[in-house]
C-alpha cells in the first residue's frame, strides 16, 4: 500500500504580474504534485499573497516542490505549514466545564464550602462518586507505548498523539470522557501496580498499544485489582468486530457461525482474543497458525505460556504441520498476522464459500484485489476497500454501556452482545461486500451501548446502589419518588414558616 498523501500549504508572495499563479503552478505539477487550492489572503500595490495548498507523497517530495519555489523569480516562499502538525497544534482534546463560575454563589457551590457536602456523602458512600463526579463518565486510556500502531516500541511519550486520538474518538462517538494515561514501566507487575493506585477517578480502563505477552499479564492482573471494567482494546475491540462481521458473512455464505472451520493466522493480542470470543461464540472448530505452522501442543518451537494456552483449547480434528495443511478445506481464514503471507493458490484450497478477513495494516496478507473472485466475502483493515475491521465500532459504545450501567467489569457475554449489536445494524442488507457497517455509521453505538448495558445487569455485573443497577422503569420510579419527597417539603416549610 503506498503512502497516503500529505498536505503541504505554502505561504507565498508572488509579484504582482501577469501569469504568475500559472507560473506556480505548472512548477508544482511538473515536479507530480498536485494543487488542492490557491487562496489569495492580501493584495499589495506590488505584491499578491497566496496559500498555496498541494498533495505531497511525503516530506522529501515536500522539499523537493519548497526547493523549487525559491528558485522562481518573482516568487517569495514565506512560510510552510504541515497540514497533519496543524491538525495537533497544542493537543486534539481538552477538557470544559458544565457549569460557569460567574460570582461568589457558584463559587460557594461548586467548590468550598459546597463541595465539603458532597465529599462527606461520598467517604460515607463510595457508590455516590458515580452520580456526583466525573468518575461516572471517564475512561483512562493507559498505555506504556510499547507497540504503537505500525510504529512499534516508541515509547509512552512519543504514543500521546495516539492516546488523545483515542480520546477523541471515546468523545466524539460514545460521549465518553477519555483521559490519555502514560505509564513509562515495563516491569507488569508496577505498571498494574500504578494503574490501580489511580483508578479510583475512572469508571473504566482501556489499555492500549501494550506488547504481547506483557498485555495478557497486565490485564489479567488489573481484572483481578479492580472494580471497574478493564478492556484492552487492541484484543477485544478487534475481535468484537471480527465476530460481528463474521456472523454477517455466515449468514451470507447460508452457514450457522458454530458450523465454520476457521484459521486464525496470527497467535498475538488481537489473535488470541479472536480465538477466545469465537470460542465463547459457539466457534469450535479453530485451527491456530504462525509462523512456524499449526500451534499444537506438541510442537516443539515457538511455544510460550500463551500458544501453549491456546494449543489445547483449539484445533479439535489435531491437524500439524504449516499454513498449507490448517488452510486445507477451511471456510474462514483470520489474520493478523503480516503483509502477504496468503498465497492465492492456498486460498484455492479452501471451502468452496470461502471468507477471508486479511486484516494486516497497511498490507494485508492477501490483496484485495487478488483475492477477488476467489472469495466470497473479503474484508480488510483498510478503508479504502469494502468490510473495514475497524475497532472504533466497538470500544465507544462497549465503555458506552459499561458506564451506563456502572459494570464493575466485562465479560464474554457483554463482547459478544456488543457483536450482535454491530452485526444487527447490517440487519437484512447484507451482502458479501457489506458485512460490518462504516465506522463513520452513527447508529452503531446506541445500539451496542444498549445491548452491553442490558446484559451487564442481567448478570448482575453492576455496581449495588448505583442508577446503572436500576432500570429505565426503576429509575423513573426513583427520581419521581424524589419529587414528590420535594414537594412535601416545601409543602412543610409554607404550613410551619419559620
Given at each position: ?7 503541504i500549504?505554502?505561504?507565498v508572495?508572488?509579484e504582482h ?10 512548477a ?5 504534485a498536485?494543487v488542492?487550492a ?9 505584491v499578491t499573497f497566496?496559500?498555496?495548498?498541494i498533495e ?7 522539499e523537493?516542490v519548497?526547493?523549487?519555489l525559491v528558485?522562481?523569480?518573482?516568487v ?15 493537543g486534539?482534546i481538552?477538557?470544559?466545564?458544565t ?6 454563589e ?8 459546597g463541595v465539603?457536602?458532597?465529599?462527606r ?10 452520580r ?8 483512562a486510556?493507559v ?8 510504529l512499534?516500541?516508541?515509547g509512552p ?5 495516539v ?9 466524539s462517538f460514545?460521549d465518553?470522557?477519555a ?12 505498571f498494574?501496580?500504578?494503574?490501580a ?18 498485555c495478557?499479564?497486565?490485564e489479567g492482573?488489573l ?7 478493564v478492556?484492552?482494546d487492541?484484543q477485544?475491540g478487534?475481535a ?14 447460508g452457514?450457522?457461525?458454530a ?5 486464525v493466522q496470527g497467535?498475538?493480542?488481537?489473535g ?7 470460542g ?6 479453530i ?17 510460550d505460556?500463551i500458544?501453549?494456552?491456546v494449543?489445547?483449547?483449539?484445533n479439535?480434528?489435531?491437524?500439524t504441520g504449516?499454513?498449507a495443511e490448517?488452510?486445507?478445506?477451511a471456510?474462514?481464514f ?5 503483509p502477504?503471507s496468503?498465497?492465492l493458490a ?6 468452496e464459500d470461502?471468507?477471508?478477513f ?13 483475492a477477488?473472485?476467489h472469495?466470497?466475502?473479503?474484508a480488510?483493515g483498510r ?15 462497549i465503555f458506552?454501556?459499561?458506564l ?7 465479560t464474554?457475554?457483554?463482547k459478544i452482545?456488543?457483536?450482535q ?6 440487519g437484512d ?8 457497517p462504516?465506522?463513520?455509521d452513527?447508529?452503531?453505538v446506541?445500539?451496542v451501548?444498549e ?18 443497577s ?5 429509575r423513573a420510579?426513583?427520581?419521581?419518588a424524589?419529587?414528590r ?7 412543610r ?6
Amino acid at each position: 500500500m503506498p503512502p497516503l498523501p500529505q498536505r503541504i500549504t505554502f505561504q507565498v508572495a508572488l509579484e504582482h504580474a501577469p501569469g504568475m499563479l500559472g507560473k506556480v503552478t505548472t512548477a508544482i505539477d511538473e515536479l507530480g504534485a498536485e494543487v488542492v487550492a490557491t487562496d489569495r489572503t492580501k493584495q499589495q500595490r506590488h505584491v499578491t499573497f497566496r496559500d498555496i495548498t498541494i498533495e505531497v507523497r511525503d516530506e522529501q517530495h515536500a522539499e523537493e516542490v519548497a526547493a523549487e519555489l525559491v528558485e522562481l523569480e518573482g516568487v517569495e516562499l514565506l512560510a510552510i505549514s504541515d497540514e497533519i502538525l496543524a491538525a495537533h497544534d497544542r493537543g486534539k482534546i481538552r477538557v470544559e466545564v458544565t457549569r460557569e463560575v460567574r460570582g461568589s454563589e457558584d463559587l460557594a457551590l461548586v467548590y468550598t464550602p459546597g463541595v465539603a457536602k458532597v465529599c462527606r456523602l461520598i467517604a460515607d458512600d463510595p457508590v455516590a462518586s458515580y452520580r456526583l463526579t466525573i468518575r461516572a463518565n471517564s475512561v483512562a486510556v493507559v498505555t506504556d507505548g510499547s507497540a504503537v500502531l505500525g510504529l512499534g516500541d516508541i515509547g509512552p511519550l512519543a504514543s500521546l498523539p495516539v492516546m488523545e486520538g483515542k480520546a477523541m474518538l471515546f468523545k466524539s462517538f460514545g460521549d465518553v470522557d477519555a483521559y490519555p494515561i502514560l505509564v513509562d514501566e515495563r516491569d507488569p507487575d508496577a505498571f498494574v501496580d500504578t494503574i490501580a493506585r489511580i483508578a479510583g477517578g475512572f469508571g473504566g480502563i482501556n489499555l492500549e498499544d501494550i506488547a504481547a505477552p506483557r498485555c495478557f499479564e497486565i490485564e489479567g492482573k488489573l481484572r483481578q485489582r479492580l472494580d471497574i471494567p478493564v478492556f484492552h482494546d487492541d484484543q477485544h475491540g478487534t475481535a468484537i468486530v471480527v465476530l460481528a462481521a463474521l456472523m454477517n458473512a455466515a449468514e451470507v455464505v447460508g452457514r450457522e457461525l458454530a458450523s465454520l472451520r476457521v484459521v486464525v493466522q496470527g497467535v498475538g493480542a488481537a489473535g488470541v482474543a479472536i480465538i477466545d470470543l469465537l470460542g465463547a461464540a459457539g466457534v469450535t472448530d479453530i485451527v491456530p497458525v504462525d509462523i512456524d505452522g499449526i500451534v499444537t501442543a506438541k510442537r516443539g518451537s515457538g511455544l510460550d505460556p500463551i500458544r501453549r494456552r491456546v494449543a489445547k483449547r483449539t484445533n479439535p480434528r489435531g491437524l500439524t504441520g504449516a499454513q498449507a495443511e490448517a488452510l486445507e478445506g477451511a471456510d474462514v481464514f483470520i489474520g493478523v498476522s503480516g503483509p502477504e503471507s496468503l498465497p492465492l493458490a492456498l486460498v484455492q484450497t479452501m471451502s468452496e464459500d470461502r471468507i477471508v478477513f486479511a486484516m494486516a495494516n497497511p498490507t494485508p496478507e492477501i490483496h484485495p484485489d487478488v483475492a477477488r473472485g476467489h472469495v466470497r466475502v473479503m474484508a480488510t483493515g483498510r478503508s479504502d476497500f469494502p468490510n473495514q475491521i475497524n475497532n472504533v465500532l466497538a470500544f465507544p459504545g462497549i465503555f458506552r454501556g459499561l458506564l451506563d450501567a456502572a459494570a464493575t467489569t466485562v465479560t464474554d457475554e457483554m463482547k459478544i452482545a456488543a457483536a450482535q449489536g454491530i452485526a444487527s445494524i447490517v440487519g437484512d442488507d447484507r451482502a458479501p461486500d457489506y458485512v460490518v457497517p462504516s465506522p463513520f455509521d452513527r447508529s452503531v453505538v446506541p445500539v451496542v451501548a444498549e445491548a452491553v448495558a442490558r446484559t451487564a445487569r442481567e448478570q448482575g455485573h453492576v455496581r449495588p446502589g448505583s442508577l446503572g443497577s436500576l432500570e429505565s422503569e426503576s429509575r423513573a420510579a426513583m427520581h419521581e419518588a424524589a419529587r414528590r419527597a420535594v414537594q412535601r417539603a416545601v409543602a412543610r416549610r409554607f404550613d410551619n414558616p419559620a
